[in-house]
């Protein structure tokens, strides 16, 4: 079992940039692939981006294509999420989640999850 502790949301104006951290602990972290998942209000949890065991390897959905970057330290047990040019549309809770594999291979992979993050943008 991992332990996930998210840091770094916070209110934004558009255009702006957060660096969204996650440190977790409990389990070796570099072995595993590692995702950042969002839920805006009453809409369903979707896939932001992942990115492999030893970081070779990323992913992102769509609407974050250009903007998003999402790396690790597996000396640091951390991932990062650095969002740049956000919009409103970006506003979400942002939740880390550990895979179960080296490579994304999909939402239910990920078993551990972190309490998550707000992040607000205003236009």
């Known amino acids: 079992q991992v332990q996930l502790v998210e840091s770094g949301g916070g209110l934004v104006q558009a255009g702006g940039s957060l660096r969204l951290s996650c440190a977790a602990s409990?389990?070796?972290?570099?072995?595993?692939?590692m995702a950042w998942f969002r839920q805006a209000p009453e809409k369903e949890r979707e896939f932001v981006a992942a990115?492999?065991?030893?970081?070779?390897?990323?992913r992102y959905t769509n609407s974050v294509k250009g903007r998003f970057t999402i790396s690790r330290d597996n000396a640091k047990n951390t991932v990062y999420l650095q969002m740049n040019s956000l919009k409103p549309e970006d506003t979400a809770v942002y939740y880390c989640?550990?895979?179960?594999?080296?490579?994304?291979?999909?939402?239910?992979?990920?078993?551990?999850w972190g309490q998550g993050t707000q992040v607000t943008v205003s236009s």
């Open positions: 990115i492999s065991w030893g970081g070779g390897s990323t």
């Open positions: 989640a550990a895979g179960r594999s080296q490579y994304y291979t999909g939402q239910a992979d990920f078993g551990s």
């Open positions: 409990g389990r070796a972290f570099s072995n595993y692939a």
